[in-house]
T-cell receptor
Framework: GAVVSQHPSWVICKSGTSVKIECRSL??????MFWYRQFPKQSLMLMAT?????????EQGVEKDKFLINHASLTLSTLTVTSAHPEDSSFYIC??????????FGPGTRLTVL | GQQVMQIPQYQHVQEGEDFTTYCNSSTTLSNIQWYKQRPGGHPVFLIQLVKSGEVKKQKRLTFQFGEAKKNSSLHITATQTTDVGTYFCAGRAGGTSYGKLTFGQGTILTVHP
């Protein structure tokens, strides 16, 4: 099956710093990538949808200036959490898909902001 | 907006018992997918249902898609300890074959040996 990687798998940072998370589709070209956030024992909340070469579409309530998404190629999307605060601590998961296909999820990145 | 409700939130069973989780959408779905997330892991795709009334089986797992394409269920026969995890349904809005998925809240399954 299709493989999606995420880097880093976990990160601890100080409040006020920015953190970049990479999402890569390893064996297929993903026209669309999705970024989710998951709190402990809760469901996945879609943050934004990104299409290669265009601006990301953010879900209601998600600050686009705080969560910067770049989808520079068909195999790479990045999420940058700017000026992170403790309330941004969460499990961030990306998924990649092609039109009409399944979403393949990355292993997730656990962010802890001190 | 589209809402996907999933019940129950938690289910504790003895090994060998059956388990069912139900998913209901506020709107007609184009398709529905099911995922399993082990503790500490990420969601893993199980199956996609597209047709009205569709039933698919994977060994001990049976997936159903309602006639109105607004509800779905996942049934596990004779649970095993390896079935432990959170099961999520995720629906795509009707009229689209791709695009964002709306996830249900998930059902956390615990299996006691």
């Amino acid at each position: 099956g299709a493989v999606v990687s995420q880097h880093p798998s976990w990160v601890i940072c100080k409040s006020g710093t920015s953190v970049k998370i990479e999402c890569r589709s390893l064996d297929f070209q993903a026209t669309t990538m999705f970024w989710y956030r998951q709190f402990p024992k809760q469901s996945l909340m879609l943050m934004a949808t990104s299409n290669e070469g265009s601006k990301a579409t953010y879900e209601q309530g998600v600050e686009k200036d705080k969560f910067l998404i770049n989808h520079a190629s068909l195999t790479l999307s990045t999420l940058t959490v700017t000026s992170a605060h403790p309330e941004d601590s969460s499990f961030y998961i990306c998924s990649a898909s092609t039109p009409g296909d399944t979403q393949y999820f990355g292993p997730g990145t656990r962010l802890t902001v001190l | 907006g589209q809402q996907v409700m999933q019940i129950p939130q938690y289910q504790h069973v003895q090994e060998g018992e059956d388990f069912t989780t139900y998913c209901n959408s506020s709107t007609t779905l184009s398709n529905i997918q099911w995922y399993k997330q082990r503790p500490g892991g990420h969601p893993v795709f199980l199956i996609q249902l597209v047709k009205s009334g569709e039933v698919k089986k994977q060994k001990r797992l049976t997936f159903q898609f309602g006639e109105a394409k607004k509800n779905s269920s996942l049934h596990i026969t004779a649970t095993q300890t390896t079935d432990v995890g959170t099961y999520f349904c995720a629906g795509r809005a009707g009229g689209t074959s791709y695009g964002k998925l709306t996830f249900g809240q998930g059902t956390i399954l615990t299996v006691h040996p």
